[in-house]
């Protein structure tokens, strides 16, 4: 991995040099896209596109987590409401942060990013990776965002603390099941990790995403467990802004007419 400057770093996000990229959610029953994920990108001057692995571990070492989410969330729920004025009709975009976001901040800078933007701040969507940790600054942060009416997912569930104890503690509503368990393992094992996530997501309210849906049969199979929306190259690859209209407009239950 190359290591990265603090100037470097911050050069990226307070210059022109981030970009965002997007993966379409389908509801599978009715073969809608009604979500997307948003990936970090930088466009390094001397090395080109930069996919947010090569260099996400280093932005908290800089100090720059909250620089980088302000961007990311501002830029996102741009991105949303000019898609929506081109009548794409999606519901909400979600972005990953770093546990060093979860914070008392994070609501506050999710919701102006919203109201920034001219959307209710039920249009975004805040992923809670497997690094967080499930203390009390953490469970304040998803309280806060929740009474902002910022949506709380968590992201590849079963890895990590916070998993379980944020089902008790927390109202969430998005439970993401890995690519792990879709696409790489589809034994009996997998299949009662995926039933076993439907069934706690579903009794506290929240929808079930299955990531890493690659052909019909895996979606006949994560839909016949109880998942509800799907995230995977069936449908989509992951796009440009300016692509993501296209994208969704070709989406149909099956697939894509592309």
Wanted: aromatic content about 6%; charged content about 25%; some cysteine.
């Amino acid at each position: 991995m190359t290591d990265f400057t603090v100037d470097e770093l911050r050069r990226a996000v307070e210059g022109d040099e981030l970009v965002l990229m997007f993966h379409p959610q389908v509801d599978m029953r009715t073969g809608r896209a009604v979500a997307v994920e948003a990936g970090l990108r930088w466009h390094h001057p001397k090395l080109g596109l930069l996919h947010a692995l090569a260099f996400v571990d280093a932005v908290p070492l800089a100090g720059l987590a909250d620089a980088y989410m302000v961007w990311i969330l501002r830029s996102a729920a741009r991105e949303l409401a000019r898609w929506n004025a081109a009548g794409v009709g999606i519901e909400h975009v979600s972005v990953n942060t770093w546990p060093e976001n979860l914070g008392r901040d994070l609501a506050d800078r999710a919701v102006a990013a919203a109201v920034e933007a001219r959307l209710d701040p039920s249009a975004l969507e805040i992923e809670l990776t497997p690094a967080a940790r499930l203390d009390e600054a953490t469970i304040d942060c998803v309280k806060r965002l929740r009474r902002g009416k910022v949506r709380v997912a968590l992201d590849e569930f079963g890895d990590g603390e916070l998993r379980l104890g944020a089902l008790r503690d927390v109202t969430i509503d998005v439970i993401k099941v890995p690519m792990t368990y879709v696409r790489d393992s589809q034994g009996p094992f997998a299949d009662a990790v995926i039933r076993s996530a439907v069934e706690m997501a579903h009794a506290v309210g929240a929808l079930v995403v299955a990531e890493g849906v690659e052909t019909i049969a895996m979606r006949d199979r994560v839909l016949r467990l109880g998942c509800d929306i799907g995230q995977g190259y069936l449908w989509s690859r992951v796009v440009a802004s300016d692509d993501v209209k296209r994208a969704v407009d070709a989406i149909v239950i099956d697939g894509s007419t592309l």
